[in-house]
């Protein structure tokens, strides 16, 4: 992965600097709230409901056991003991002190972390598929263009004060792990004969108005990715709306404007700026991508595992769900749960922090990626070392083979901590897993991605979930809107709205009704939910949400 | 009278308005010509949280004007730098401003040269 | 319920800790939502809310909110608000799990 030089030391040591200073200036009243709120964003420090909420940059969600050890001790002595891992793979910590940041961002720097551009209309973390650079049907690692971006993105003067935040994500492979198209930029890399390049996807977002984004570039060759990335933002900055918050996002520029406006003002911007870029950056992406390079596999027999795998169902059952195919055929992709049924899904504890950063030191060659489905992943894991691995998670509480099932929800903070929340999704997220777990329907249902927003800024990607559900305020009361049939791969789709909400105690049973419809339909165990619905409509298990149909319903 | 804020800190307002011509954040960035014969641009913000005036400042320089070129408007001095390297010389802030934001603020954020992943991405290879 | 059968109460978040703090009589602030002053007439609490952001302070977010003007004391009168006397559901963190009555 990518190791810091002097000069991203001395811009971190500088930056923490400036960052101390306007917390000084604000404690002090030399800076007013208004003026302090966009700095303070654009280095990660929220005010949620209880408190502030320091949100860190996992870049392209990948780390090793020495950072991720450092945020252990952060959330031990700063916070309350415990991070949770967000849909964008970065990391939050709900409980820190407004003069203890200083302290937070320089503990993060010595370990070449920090949280800048996490939060405020600036280019945000950039996101990539977490199985990089280990996944068996990769076409070529995106970090190494991830890097590039967030370095060219990281303070550009340009780009600080801009309509809203701005999204990237970048996908290696065919199989879209990133969900890029759902972003505002999405970088796909594929093939062209011999030579590969990027797809260059637009105006995906979730949130109020849901959209699937659009190719504004079928091929970009790789050498003109920075440029024509700059072309979009500089096309946005001047262009996206600033009257309307709701409706600044690109996806909404793209949507007014039309593709092929976009697509000639990009083109000419691109035109512009082009020449600004005279091969450092190429330089700098060869250096890069040497230090993505695969690590040196060991050679070991696979034996033991093959023997451990007949001998023992609950570590077969954990292969069998929580692994996935590595490049190495000796070697296999490791997703450690964060969603025990009944755990807050995407919290760690310090402690589990601790056990996952030893466990990937010794058999994930000191790498760790965050998905943005809130799990860990370890992502070289040689099969002799699997049984190890799973031992060493199990006494934390961190074995649970549930990856891609009913219970691997995905949930956004909701209003336990969220200022913006309309609703809590939290408590949701706990009592549909664990119905799920006493049913002991989980691994018979299949894959199911069930993903939960506490409200209509979607940060749980409710909207691309198999199951969606959007928790609002209905005349004071909580209220949970079901959308059906999402997706979030390469064959992305926004769900469909089912009805009427239900409230916090029907919204279980409504789930489950949806589930039971699945398995009476599906034409064998082999169909999974998203195949029935696409194959039988929204239909069925509108009627199993709503017997006797809705219309002129009130909520449920 | 505006206060006008450079590397070297604050001094005093010495240009003209029949010297200068005013650029608003609004700009339509295909509109956006070399001005013949004007050696003095001054790009307006209507707050700071506006950050048009960077974009329009870096696009002028690009398209070749070598002029002196402001930024005025109720910007921040932790703006300084980011409007230096968008290509700005100089800023103008009121003297409210000034009182509010010391001219030491504004100096501590004057080595904007420094730390640039911009300039560095955009060096020769 | 209708409306105006609410009070206003100012809420905000203390500046350094991020607490949630009840403007109470003295035009301090308090931790308790027990309390807060209570505003009857809307004009006066914008009034008051507007004094207590005029200048830079150290408080952050502030906010009217609704609440019920209970025997006891003011009551939430939604959910959120509810929620931000107590802390989160999912761990005992926050200001359930702390002294009550500290002043800011």
């Given at each position: 992965m990518y190791q810091y030089n002097g000069f991203d030391t001395a811009f971190l040591k500088q930056r923490n600097l400036q960052f101390r200073d306007q917390v000084q200036r604000r404690i002090s009243g030399a800076l007013s709230e208004e003026e302090f709120k966009p700095l303070r964003l654009m280095n990660g420090l929220y005010l949620q409901l209880h408190a502030y909420m320091l949100r860190v940059a996992i870049p392209y969600g990948t780390l090793n056991s020495a950072q991720m050890t450092a945020l252990a001790s952060i959330a031990e002595k700063w916070d309350k003991g415990y991070g949770h891992f967000t849909t964008r793979q970065n990391i939050q910590f709900n409980w820190p002190k407004l003069q203890d940041v200083p302290d937070i961002l320089d503990a993060l720097s010595e370990v070449d972390m920090h949280a800048i551009q996490t939060s405020g209309n600036t280019i945000r973390n950039v996101t990539a598929d977490h199985f990089a650079g280990a996944a068996a049907d990769e076409i070529e690692d995106p970090r190494p263009y991830a890097e590039l971006l967030r370095q060219w993105s990281t303070d550009h003067p340009e780009f600080q004060f801009m309509p809203r935040k701005f999204k990237i994500a970048v996908s290696g492979s065919a199989k879209d792990r990133a969900v890029t198209r759902a972003h505002d930029i999405g970088l796909l890399l594929k093939k062209r004969g011999a030579e590969i390049g990027f797809e260059v996807i637009i105006g995906g977002g979730l949130g109020r108005t849901p959209m699937i984004g659009k190719t504004l570039c079928d091929f970009l060759p790789k050498s003109d990715l920075l440029p024509y990335v700059e072309a979009i933002v500089s096309v946005w900055n001047l262009l996206g709306r600033r009257d309307n918050k709701y409706k600044s996002r690109i996806k909404i520029t793209l949507h007014e404007n039309g593709l092929q406006e976009i697509q000639r003002l990009v083109a000419k911007r691109f035109s512009e700026l082009r020449p600004q870029f005279k091969g450092q950056d190429q330089t700098l992406l060869n250096a890069l991508k040497n230090a993505f390079k695969a690590p040196a596999w060991i050679d070991a027999p696979t034996a033991t595992f093959h023997e451990n795998y007949a001998k023992y169902p609950n570590f077969k059952s954990w292969v069998d769900i929580n692994t996935s195919p590595h490049r190495n055929n000796d070697y296999a992709i490791a997703t450690v749960s964060?969603?025990?049924?009944?755990?807050?899904?995407?919290?760690?504890?310090?402690?589990?922090?601790?056990?996952?950063?030893?466990?990937?030191?010794?058999?994930?060659?000191?790498?760790?990626?965050?998905?943005?489905?809130?799990?860990?992943?370890?992502?070289?894991?040689?099969?002799?070392?699997?049984?190890?691995?799973?031992?060493?998670?199990?006494?934390?509480?961190?074995?649970?083979?549930?990856?891609?099932?009913?219970?691997?929800?995905?949930?956004?903070?909701?209003?336990?901590?969220?200022?913006?929340?309309?609703?809590?999704s939290i408590p949701i997220a706990q009592e549909i897993a664990l119905r799920f777990k006493a049913l002991k329907l989980e691994h018979d249902i299949g894959p199911l991605q069930i993903k939960i927003s506490g409200c209509i800024n979607a940060c749980g990607h409710h909207h691309v979930g198999h199951i969606g559900i959007l928790g609002l305020d209905r005349a004071g009361v909580e209220n949970y809107q079901i959308t059906l049939g999402g997706d979030a791969t390469e064959t992305a789709t926004i769900g469909e709205r089912a009805g009427p909400g239900f409230d916090a105690s029907t919204i279980v049973s409504a789930i489950e009704r949806v589930v039971l419809t699945y398995l009476d339909l599906r034409l064998s165990n082999r169909e999974t939910f998203l195949q029935t619905f696409r194959r039988v409509g929204a239909p069925p298990f509108k009627e199993a949400l709503y017997p006797g149909g809705n219309e002129g319903k009130t909520a449920a | 009278m505006d206060v006008i804020v450079t590397d070297n800190g604050f001094s005093t307002d010495t240009w003209s308005a029949e010297t200068t011509l005013s650029i608003s954040s609004e700009t339509d960035p295909e509109s956006l010509t070399l001005p013949n014969d004007i050696q003095r641009v001054v790009i307006t913000f209507p707050n700071f949280a506006d950050g048009r005036g960077f974009t329009l400042a870096r696009l002028l320089r690009l398209r070749g004007y070598s002029g002196a070129l402001r930024a005025k408007g109720p910007i921040i001095s932790d703006q300084y730098a980011m409007a230096r390297r968008s290509g700005f010389d100089e800023i103008a802030i009121s003297q409210a401003q000034a009182v509010r934001q010391p001219e030491h603020d504004w100096l501590f954020r004057s080595n904007w040269t420094a730390h640039s992943y911009q300039s560095r991405l955009q060096a020769s290879g | 319920m209708p409306r105006k059968s609410y009070i206003k109460v100012i809420t905000a978040n203390a500046l350094l800790s991020g607490d949630v703090i009840y403007l109470n009589a003295n035009g301090g602030w308090t931790r308790q939502h027990l309390n807060a002053k209570i505003f009857h007439e809307q004009k006066d609490a914008q009034a008051a809310l507007d004094a207590a952001t005029a200048h830079t302070s150290d408080v952050v977010g502030a906010y009217l909110a609704d609440f019920i003007d209970a025997d006891a004391g003011p009551k939430p009168a939604h959910f959120r608000e509810a929620f931000r006397t107590k802390g989160p559901g999912n761990y005992f963190h926050g200001k359930q799990a702390e002294a009550k009555n500290v002043s800011v």
């Open positions: 964060l969603k025990t049924p009944g755990q807050t899904p995407g919290d760690a504890s310090s402690a589990q922090m601790r056990v996952i950063a030893d466990l990937a030191k010794s058999y994930s060659h000191d790498e760790l990626r965050i998905s943005h489905a809130q799990n860990i992943v370890l992502p070289h894991v040689h099969k002799s070392h699997l049984f190890a691995l799973y031992n060493g998670l199990y006494p934390a509480g961190l074995a649970t083979a549930n990856a891609g099932l009913i219970s691997d929800i995905i949930a956004c903070p909701g209003m336990d901590y969220c200022a913006l929340a309309t609703a809590r | - | -």
